[in-house]
């Protein structure tokens, strides 16, 4: 691609340089995310999925519902544009190909269009209103600074990744088996952690004061830096849903990954802070006792921190133990190091604003891809499909002559493919009932008020 | 209800004549005017004793004894039918008075929320069933089949919270998880495929939800009401009344900068070591420290900073110098200097906001990378320890405070902090951050005959 051509934003990219023919130089910037808005954000799925079957087909359907959706734009000098809002696809796909937003956040659907919500301020009724939202999660593996080693603040490595995937199987399990929804979007964040969109109408309809007690139903990892004891858990049992998520989840993490990936137990200063949570100083001196001696002599092959995780275990959970706070003391540890730490704040009201799946995240370069929870073992975030490298695959394939579906010649193509077939499809199908029931259910009714 | 000048004692064929009444219409009664005022006083004195308890932390059995005994105190009749009436009539007077602005409605709502759950909880098994269907909770009993094979994991929720699954708990209500957020958030109930298995002595937190839902709704119509009809109608009879109920009892207002004129920028690190609760230090501190503040703590600290006397220009010059080693002056203008005009009144909504109580800080619970909230409710023992002493206060004096901190105090443990750091004692106890900076630069005023 010669530099003139990136100028003039043609979307057709012709061979130049033989040898070099394909490659696409690293990078972000407007040039490149034209081509991709061009020819491969999935706008028109995007549009299907924020319709929520309101296509009209159907005499129960709001024509108005989409059109009352607050889009946000970050357009390239960080100058951002609020309470966007459109009343087609066609409508959405010109603006977000003309404007070329560095990121689009989705919002709410308020009760009016957004764009005439100064004529509504004036009532002084609050009648611009958010009326409808995805109950949303984000999480952010840089709030797990304090766990762990090998990477801080944005980086993200396979050592520590798995933090995510445990993520991801405790809250999905969650809020099928627990909360009854079964329309759950999971999307790699860009960078450094994934987002949620639990889409159930039910979800969508729920208040700031149900979404906060979801997410304080999630809550456990409480405190930051100035508080000591992080993770609390009394009681005599688990309650069934922690105890859950410890058994099918955290344990077997905690044990086969984290632990010896992150060498928890391996020095001093980290076992310390291990030991800092055994309520029992006498327990807490044994043990460091015991591994202050076992510095230098493993005299198994075994790995360091299993051997001595499991002689901190063999200690606590004895029937010797009669204190109170020692009870819990084993889970509260696995906890500490492996619990979900949601961000609050993101899923407690209606209004806050949400990247769009399908963005390209502009420090990496990466696709906020859909995330498969079944298979969420298998997501690797380091070979994710950055934006230069989609292009070079385009580029690979050569011109063509019709437009639609390039990313399938793409290793986007894969995602686009899952978010149609275990996401947007099984959605629809149950918009479309409920439209329809809805729409008999009024049918009905004044059926009845007439007789 | 029907406010008359006249001496006539009031009566009426159709008062509700349930223990615990639902506010759910004024009743057609007639009210002497000194009632009207004396009956609201008394009710608020309940409220603002049940305010004063849920501040200093008091456990639940404490709030139970507490609600009771404010009550007898101030709403007990001999006779059941004049108490009922003192009771509705009361109420709906505070509506007046307190659904003016969203800050008056949410300390009300909050207060007659926690009155109700109270006097639910004290009433006999027949008058709570009775109150259900009033509430119309058309929630399924679960039957025996269903009991049986959820009983386990019904076990085990009961288990988690230090109690145990008698036979006679064996009644659950199968209600959609959305009715009972207060149980949700709590994990105090068993949750599969999006109903909530609720015990018959959690029903409580349904019919509160109903309660407090109702009431929330009822304040805005009041104040609609209030606003375009009533208000001007009663400007010669209740408008003052209702008037002087809210601003005697909710405490001086700390927006406005009274004796001390205005803090320059200059002064602040000289008054923060010597007048800033360790709150307000900490976060101080920090924004040193870290050249940055998450947003809980920007609001805090600025508010503070406002309400002690700092100037829009100071304030913005104050904050985009510590943030300088990290944002530079032209994002600073971009991302937060906004959100400092707004808290001034300048941008938006332009409303005025007030620096936060020590109430509303004690209720917020900081998160990850967050500095504000309560040092005394959150900080580790350790942590605490360290911070007081870095303040000054003697090692005896750090013990009362301690014992303070370990039974919840957490405004007398400030109080007392303030009394080991200045030497003198605050018999108001600490109410409000900006009332211990007035009351400390007030004593280091009178000692050096200058502010310090």
Same mark, same amino acid.
């Given at each position: 691609?010669?530099?003139?051509? $990136?100028?003039? %934003?043609?979307?057709?990219?012709?061979?130049?340089?033989?040898?070099?023919?394909?490659?696409?130089?690293?990078?972000?910037?407007?040039?490149?995310?034209?081509?991709?808005?061009?020819?491969?954000?999935?706008?028109?799925?995007?549009?299907?999925?924020?319709?929520?079957?309101?296509?009209?087909?159907?005499?129960?359907?709001?024509?108005?519902?989409?059109?009352?959706? #607050?889009?946000? &734009?970050?357009?390239?000098?960080?100058?951002?544009?609020?309470?966007?809002?459109?009343?087609?696809?066609?409508?959405?796909? @010109?603006?977000?190909?003309?404007?070329?937003?560095?990121?689009?956040?989705?919002?709410?659907?308020?009760? !009016?269009?957004? $764009?005439?919500?100064?004529?509504?301020?004036?009532? %002084?009724? @609050?009648?611009?209103?958010?009326?409808?939202?995805?109950?949303?999660?984000?999480?952010?593996?840089?709030?797990?600074?304090?766990?762990?080693?090998?990477?801080?603040?944005?980086?993200?490595?396979?050592?520590?990744?798995?933090?995510?995937?445990?993520?991801?199987? !405790?809250?999905?399990?969650?809020?099928?088996?627990?909360?009854? &929804?079964?329309?759950?979007?999971?999307?790699?964040?860009?960078?450094?952690?994934?987002?949620?969109?639990?889409?159930? %109408?039910?979800?969508?309809?729920?208040?700031?004061?149900?979404?906060? $007690?979801?997410?304080?139903?999630?809550?456990?990892?409480?405190? @930051? #830096?100035?508080?000591?004891?992080?993770?609390?858990?009394?009681?005599?049992?688990?309650?069934?849903?922690?105890?859950?998520?410890?058994?099918?989840?955290?344990?077997?993490?905690?044990?086969?990954?984290?632990?010896? @990936?992150?060498?928890?137990?391996?020095?001093?200063?980290?076992?310390?802070?291990?030991? #800092?949570?055994?309520?029992?100083?006498?327990?807490?001196?044994?043990?460091?006792?015991?591994?202050? #001696?076992?510095?230098?002599?493993?005299?198994?092959?075994?790995?360091?921190?299993?051997?001595?995780?499991?002689?901190?275990?063999?200690?606590?959970?004895?029937?010797?133990?009669?204190?109170?706070?020692?009870?819990?003391?084993?889970?509260?540890?696995?906890?500490?190091?492996?619990?979900?730490?949601?961000?609050?704040?993101?899923?407690?009201?209606?209004?806050?604003?949400?990247?769009?799946?399908?963005? !390209?995240?502009?420090?990496?370069?990466?696709?906020?891809?859909?995330?498969?929870?079944?298979?969420?073992?298998?997501?690797?975030?380091?070979?994710?499909?950055?934006?230069?490298?989609?292009?070079?695959?385009?580029?690979?394939?050569?011109?063509?002559?019709?437009?639609?579906?390039?990313?399938?010649?793409?290793?986007?193509?894969?995602?686009?493919?899952?978010?149609?077939?275990? &996401?947007?499809?099984?959605?629809?199908?149950?918009?479309?009932?409920?439209?329809?029931?809805?729409?008999?259910?009024?049918?009905?009714?004044?059926?009845?008020?007439?007789? | 209800? *029907?406010?008359?000048?006249?001496?006539?004692?009031?009566?009426?064929? =159709?008062? +509700?004549?349930? +223990?615990?009444?639902?506010?759910?219409?004024?009743?057609?009664?007639?009210?002497?005017?000194?009632?009207?005022?004396?009956?609201?006083?008394?009710?608020?004195?309940?409220?603002?004793?049940?305010?004063?308890?849920?501040?200093?932390?008091?456990?639940?059995?404490?709030? *139970?004894?507490?609600?009771?005994?404010?009550?007898? /105190? =101030?709403?007990?009749?001999?006779? /059941?039918?004049?108490?009922?009436?003192?009771?509705?009539?009361?109420?709906?007077?505070?509506?007046?008075?307190?659904?003016?602005?969203?800050?008056?409605?949410?300390?009300?709502?909050?207060?007659?929320?926690?009155?109700?759950?109270?006097?639910?909880?004290?009433?006999?098994?027949?008058?709570?069933? /009775?109150?259900?269907? *009033?509430?119309?909770?058309?929630?399924?009993?679960?039957?025996?089949?269903?009991?049986?094979?959820?009983?386990?994991?019904?076990?085990?929720?009961?288990?988690?919270?230090?109690?145990?699954?008698?036979?006679?708990?064996?009644?659950?209500?199968?209600?959609?998880?959305?009715?009972?957020?207060?149980?949700?958030?709590?994990?105090?109930?068993?949750?599969?495929?999006?109903?909530?298995?609720?015990?018959?002595?959690?029903?409580?937190?349904?019919?509160?939800?109903?309660?407090?839902?109702?009431?929330?709704?009822?304040?805005?119509?009041?104040?609609?009401?209030?606003?375009?009809?009533?208000?001007?109608?009663?400007?010669?009879?209740?408008?003052?009344?209702?008037?002087?109920?809210?601003?005697?009892?909710?405490?001086?207002?700390?927006?406005?900068?009274?004796?001390?004129?205005?803090?320059?920028?200059?002064?602040?690190?000289?008054?923060?070591?010597?007048?800033?609760?360790?709150?307000?230090?900490?976060?101080?501190?920090?924004?040193?420290?870290?050249?940055?503040?998450?947003?809980?703590?920007?609001?805090?600290?600025?508010?503070?900073?406002?309400?002690?006397?700092?100037?829009?220009?100071?304030?913005?010059?104050?904050?985009?110098?510590?943030?300088?080693?990290?944002?530079?002056?032209?994002?600073?203008?971009?991302?937060?200097?906004?959100?400092?005009?707004?808290?001034?009144?300048?941008?938006?909504?332009?409303?005025?906001?007030?620096?936060?109580?020590?109430?509303? +800080? +004690?209720?917020?619970?900081?998160?990850?990378?967050?500095?504000?909230?309560?040092?005394?409710?959150?900080?580790?023992?350790?942590?605490?320890?360290? /911070?007081?002493?870095?303040?000054?206060?003697?090692?005896?004096?750090?013990?009362?405070?301690?014992?303070?901190?370990? =039974?919840?105090?957490?405004?007398?443990?400030?109080?007392?902090?303030?009394?080991?750091?200045?030497?003198?004692?605050?018999?108001?106890?600490? =109410?409000?951050?900006?009332?211990?900076?007035?009351?400390?630069?007030?004593?280091?005023?009178?000692?050096?005959?200058?502010?310090?």
């Amino acid at each position: 691609m010669t530099k003139e051509e $990136a100028d003039n %934003g043609r979307d057709d990219m012709v061979i130049d340089v033989p040898g070099q023919a394909n490659a696409v130089p690293d990078g972000f910037n407007a040039n490149y995310l034209r081509i991709y808005y061009g020819k491969l954000f999935p706008h028109a799925d995007m549009f299907k999925w924020m319709s929520y079957g309101n296509d009209g087909k159907h005499p129960g359907c709001d024509k108005s519902y989409f059109g009352r959706r #607050e889009f946000s &734009f970050t357009l390239e000098n960080d100058i951002y544009i609020r309470f966007q809002s459109f009343n087609s696809v066609t409508e959405l796909e @010109n603006s977000i190909k003309e404007k070329c937003p560095f990121k689009i956040d989705i919002g709410p659907v308020y009760s !009016v269009d957004p $764009a005439k919500r100064h004529a509504y301020a004036q009532s %002084g009724n @609050n009648v611009f209103t958010p009326v409808e939202r995805e109950l949303v999660f984000d999480i952010d593996i840089s709030d797990y600074d304090d766990v762990r080693y090998c990477c801080t603040g944005a980086d993200v490595c396979l050592e520590c990744w798995p933090l995510m995937t445990i993520a991801i199987k !405790v809250i999905d399990t969650s809020l099928r088996d627990d909360f009854g &929804f079964n329309h759950i979007l999971w999307v790699y964040s860009g960078r450094r952690g994934v987002h949620c969109w639990v889409c159930d %109408g039910k979800a969508r309809r729920l208040t700031n004061e149900q979404r906060a $007690a979801i997410a304080d139903y999630f809550h456990v990892y409480k405190g @930051n #830096e100035n508080s000591q004891k992080k993770i609390s858990l009394p009681g005599l049992v688990l309650h069934p849903f922690l105890a859950r998520s410890y058994t099918e989840v955290l344990k077997g993490f905690f044990e086969a990954k984290l632990l010896p @990936n992150q060498n928890l137990l391996a020095s001093e200063e980290r076992y310390e802070k291990i030991l #800092e949570m055994i309520p029992d100083a006498s327990v807490a001196s044994e043990l460091r006792r015991r591994w202050q #001696e076992n510095k230098r002599a493993s005299m198994s092959k075994d790995d360091i921190n299993i051997v001595r995780w499991e002689q901190l275990k063999s200690i606590l959970q004895s029937g010797k133990q009669k204190m109170q706070g020692l009870r819990r003391c084993v889970e509260e540890i696995v906890f500490s190091y492996t619990y979900p730490r949601l961000d609050m704040e993101v899923s407690r009201h209606m209004n806050h604003l949400l990247k769009a799946p399908f963005c !390209v995240h502009p420090k990496t370069g990466r696709v906020c891809v859909p995330i498969d929870p079944n298979n969420c073992d298998e997501f690797d975030p380091t070979t994710v499909p950055t934006l230069s490298q989609l292009l070079e695959e385009l580029n690979r394939g050569g011109l063509r002559q019709d437009a639609e579906n390039e990313w399938d010649r793409t290793s986007l193509g894969e995602s686009v493919a899952f978010f149609r077939t275990s &996401f947007l499809q099984p959605l629809l199908k149950s918009c479309k009932e409920e439209i329809e029931n809805s729409y008999n259910a009024k049918l009905q009714q004044s059926k009845n008020d007439l007789s | 209800m *029907e406010v008359v000048q006249s001496q006539r004692k009031s009566s009426s064929n =159709n008062v +509700i004549v349930s +223990i615990l009444p639902l506010y759910r219409s004024a009743p057609p009664l007639e009210v002497r005017l000194e009632d009207f005022e004396f009956f609201a006083i008394d009710r608020l004195r309940v409220l603002k004793g049940l305010s004063d308890g849920l501040c200093r932390g008091k456990k639940p059995e404490e709030m *139970e004894k507490l609600v009771l005994d404010l009550w007898k /105190a =101030n709403m007990r009749h001999p006779q /059941a039918v004049e108490e009922v009436n003192k009771d509705i009539i009361s109420h709906f007077v505070l509506r007046l008075v307190y659904c003016r602005t969203e800050e008056l409605r949410k300390w009300f709502l909050s207060m007659e929320t926690t009155l109700f759950r109270h006097r639910f909880r004290w009433g006999s098994s027949e008058a709570q069933r /009775a109150l259900m269907s *009033e509430f119309k909770l058309p929630y399924k009993a679960v039957s025996n089949a269903e009991f049986e094979s959820l009983k386990d994991k019904l076990g085990q929720v009961a288990r988690s919270m230090g109690q145990t699954l008698a036979a006679a708990d064996a009644i659950f209500y199968k209600v959609p998880f959305e009715e009972v957020p207060d149980l949700v958030a709590g994990r105090r109930v068993f949750i599969h495929k999006g109903h909530a298995y609720v015990a018959i002595n959690q029903v409580v937190s349904l019919v509160v939800t109903q309660f407090r839902s109702y009431l929330s709704k009822a304040l805005i119509l009041t104040n609609r009401k209030w606003t375009s009809t009533i208000r001007e109608q009663e400007k010669d009879r209740l408008t003052p009344i209702v008037e002087a109920l809210c601003t005697s009892y909710l405490g001086p207002d700390y927006s406005q900068q009274q004796e001390f004129g205005e803090i320059s920028i200059k002064d602040i690190d000289q008054v923060a070591k010597t007048s800033f609760p360790l709150c307000m230090r900490h976060l101080f501190e920090k924004v040193k420290e870290d050249h940055h503040l998450k947003h809980g703590g920007r609001m805090q600290l600025g508010l503070f900073l406002k309400g002690v006397g700092l100037k829009l220009d100071d304030a913005l010059a104050f904050w985009k110098a510590e943030f300088a080693p990290k944002v530079s002056a032209e994002r600073f203008d971009k991302e937060y200097a906004y959100n400092i005009r707004h808290n001034y009144g300048r941008e938006g909504k332009r409303t005025d906001y007030t620096p936060y109580s020590c109430q509303k +800080i +004690i209720s917020v619970t900081p998160g990850i990378g967050d500095h504000h909230g309560c040092p005394y409710r959150h900080f580790s023992e350790e942590n605490l320890r360290a /911070a007081l002493v870095r303040m000054g206060v003697s090692s005896r004096a750090v013990e009362d405070v301690m014992d303070k901190v370990h =039974n919840r105090h957490y405004q007398l443990a400030c109080t007392l902090t303030f009394e080991a750091v200045h030497g003198s004692s605050c018999d108001a106890g600490i =109410n409000h951050p900006n009332q211990y900076f007035i009351d400390s630069q007030r004593v280091l005023q009178s000692k050096n005959g200058s502010v310090a």
